[in-house]
């Protein structure tokens, strides 16, 4: 019976290294990652979360463009 406690400790003892040692690898990928490729790593702004000004800029020249492409494929 002592044996079987031991051995359940050690699985949970093994068990326990190995999700630790996936965490700290998945850190190093991580970080791996962003060096490689800090632009890709930035956050980027949710349209929510921008100035009212950038909203406001951001539908108008949206508008002009497909105003643009509706023009350019009414021409053809």
Do not use: C
Request: glycine letters at 6%; charged letters at 40%.
């Amino acid at each position: 019976m002592q044996g079987d406690t031991a051995l359940i400790n050690e699985r949970k003892d093994l068990a326990m290294t190995e999700r630790k040692r996936s965490a700290q690898q998945q850190i190093a990928d991580e970080a791996e990652r962003k060096a490689q490729n800090p632009n890709g790593a930035r956050q980027m702004i949710a349209d929510s979360q921008a100035d009212p000004e950038f909203q406001e800029n951001h539908r108008r020249l949206r508008a002009e463009r497909i105003a643009r492409e509706v023009e350019g494929k009414a021409g053809r």
